[in-house]
Every structure is written in structure tokens, then in C-alpha cells.
């Protein structure tokens, strides 16, 4: 991956607390596990960039290295990569998706 | 598409202790689900107990597979799961 792609990739992490790189986009998402992650969001009220991934096609295939993660969709909260659908659903179940996204504002 | 058999050789490379479950979910070998329980994984964020399996997937992952949706599990944490401990049901 080029400087330049790795550099517009944290520029974009990093553009929001939260950011979900998705197939598709918060009103419109192409994809289950985007659907499904994006209705995880919105039912714990976050706050939240949406990226479509479809329409950027360096981006999708620097990110998978950049997060060494092979499929979207992708949350970051705060620079991190927290994971995907799976882990996002898991992180639900338990209560700690919640404590994350309202974790430290300022 | 890629044959169960060949997902389950991979894990089971990388994981030599795992207790495996691997379901094909619509019949067409490219959409799986698993669930793995490991002593790899002790000690590590599931973000990282999933690149790991993402890991020993390889080139797999997002060609041959399309999804794979993952559970990973220490030993102990899947003890504790199984015997209903921990207070919540599984879902």
C-alpha cells in the first residue's frame, strides 16, 4: 500500500469518534452484516460517520491490510478497529457496545 | 466456493486443540459458520482471536469464502457458556 492510501485511510479513522465502513451507506446499506451492524448504532443512539466502501475501490482493498481484517463491514471508535458484524453483535449482547460508544467525549 | 473439509484442515492447522463447529449455512461452500474453541486464543481480545482465524484462513477469506461468521471461545470462557454460569443465556 502506498503512502498517499495509508495516509487518506487514518486521515479517515480519524475524521470521527466513530466510523462504520460499510458496504452501502446509513441510509442505504447493500449488504446484511452492514445492515445489521448500522441497526446496532442507531439503537444505541451513536453518533457516527458512514463510509461506503463500494464506491472507493483503493480504499476497500487498503483497508483490509491496513486493519488486517478481510471483510467489512469495519467499526473504528477512537482509532480502533473494534471489529465486525460478529464481534459488534457480541460486544451488544454484553452490554460493552454501549460503554464504548458513550466512553470518553472529550 | 471451498470444501468444509478444506476450512476444517486449515483451523485445525492452526488451532491443533480446537473444538470445532463448522456449519455451512446455505448449502454453496462459501458461506460458513464457526465456532471455535481454543487455549490459542487465552490471554488475547476477541479482535485478535478473530485475526487469528482470519490468519489461518489465508487467501481463503473473502474469495473462496464470502462470510464466515465466527465465535471464538477460550476454553474457560466456553466452559462457563456451556454450563450457563455466567449469569446470561446464550443467544
Redesign the interface.
Known sequence: MDEALRERIKATIESHRVVLFMKGNKNFPQCG?SAQVLGLLKQNGAEFRDVNILADADLRTGL?EYS????FPQLYVDGQ???????VT??N??GELKTLLAAKTG | MIEPAEVERLLKARFADAELELIDLTGTQDHYQARIVSSAFNGKS??EQ??LV?GALGAA??SAIH?????TYTPEAWAKISRGSDG?SP?
Do not use: V
Open positions: 452484516f483490509k488486517n481484517w478481510p471483510t478497529l473494534i471489529g465486525g458484524c460478529d464481534i457480541s460486544l449482547e454484553s | 476477541l479482535i478473530h485475526q482470519y477469506m473473502g462470510a464466515f461468521a465466527l465465535k446470561r443467544t
